[in-house]
């Protein structure tokens, strides 16, 4: 079951989607999915809380958030066990997988790349019969989080900023921290998850900004408030990214000087949450196509 589990994790970490209020389908239909960025589920929610979710959604017909995400996966899982056999989903076509997921405009943006990341993922476990052996044999967070951006592409989230390759990773973070809260064997073999760092996506600078936290320059203000497209990999987004991780940790500093002890991963997690129940939000996220968040 907990290799199933890792499975669905994988899915969901690698589509990396996140979406709105929308109208359940009738019968067997499927939600609608808007695209954008998501969140872990693992250390967020556990099962009688997706189960709750799911009778929810069935009986009021309205999802939001990541909610959409999870339903529309685990409804498939219910009517297709074959979804989470490793064999199934290695010869899975492209539109067998856009059909789990009916986006309102027809077609999840970046759909192309993501199922290439998926097919990426799914091969090599595939492929690779000690797969699962590797993971539970690794004697830190460093350990895995290597493993897993070392073999699969889609998760070696870095950028080039001025001569020097800075390294992301939000979802290779992600994983790692989620595997930590689903895998007893995992959490006694890596002990802790204290050498990740933050996730940089969308909505911590957002919910730093609507606190006063962090400031943007003039120029980037105005591009983010017209919601204009700053570019995967500019400065710009470079720079939103890495203050956004670099505030975190000066939390966290501040934080120990109180006698507070908290790892960045939480930190993180927490600013993420206080932002989504943050009801005088101002602040809209900065607006970048890409796969890594």
């Not at 699962?132 to 460093?142: A, Q, V």
Request: charged share 25%; hydrophobic share 35%; aromatic share 10%.
């Amino acid at each position: 079951m907990l290799v199933k589990q890792i499975l669905l994790m994988l899915i969901i970490i690698f589509l990396n989607l996140e979406t709105r209020d929308l109208k359940k389908g009738k019968d067997n239909h499927y939600p609608y999915i808007v695209d954008g960025a998501g969140r872990g589920m693992i250390d967020d929610l556990c099962d009688f809380e997706l189960k709750n979710i799911i009778e929810d959604i069935d009986i009021k017909g309205i999802m939001s958030g990541s909610n959409a995400l999870f339903y529309s996966i685990i409804k498939e899982v219910q009517n297709n066990p074959d979804f989470l056999n490793i064999d199934y989903l290695y010869n899975s076509t492209k539109e067998e997988l856009k059909k789990v997921f009916n986006a309102v405009s027809g077609e999840i943006s970046l759909f192309n790349e993501r199922y290439n990341n998926f097919k990426e993922t799914v091969t090599f476990i595939h492929d690779n019969n000690s797969f699962y052996n590797y993971l539970y044999s690794f004697k830190s967070d460093i350990q895995l989080e290597q493993y897993i951006i070392n073999n699969l592409s889609s998760f070696d989230d870095k950028s080039e900023y001025k001569n020097h390759i800075i390294h992301f990773n939000k979802r290779a973070n992600l994983l790692v921290n989620d595997l930590y809260h689903i895998s007893k064997t995992i959490r006694e073999n890596i002990g802790n998850v204290n050498n990740l760092t933050g996730c940089a996506d969308y909505g911590i600078p957002r919910t730093l900004r609507d606190y006063g936290i962090l400031e943007y320059a003039h120029k980037l203000q105005e591009l983010i408030d017209n919601e204009k497209e700053i570019l995967h990999d500019s400065e710009m987004e470079i720079e939103i990214r890495a203050n956004m991780l670099y505030v975190i940790e000066l939390i966290k500093e501040g934080l120990k000087k109180k006698n507070i002890y908290i790892n960045s991963v939480e930190l993180d997690n927490i600013i993420w949450l206080m932002g989504k129940k943050n009801q005088d939000r101002k602040s809209i996220s900065h607006h970048t196509i890409t796969i890594f968040y």
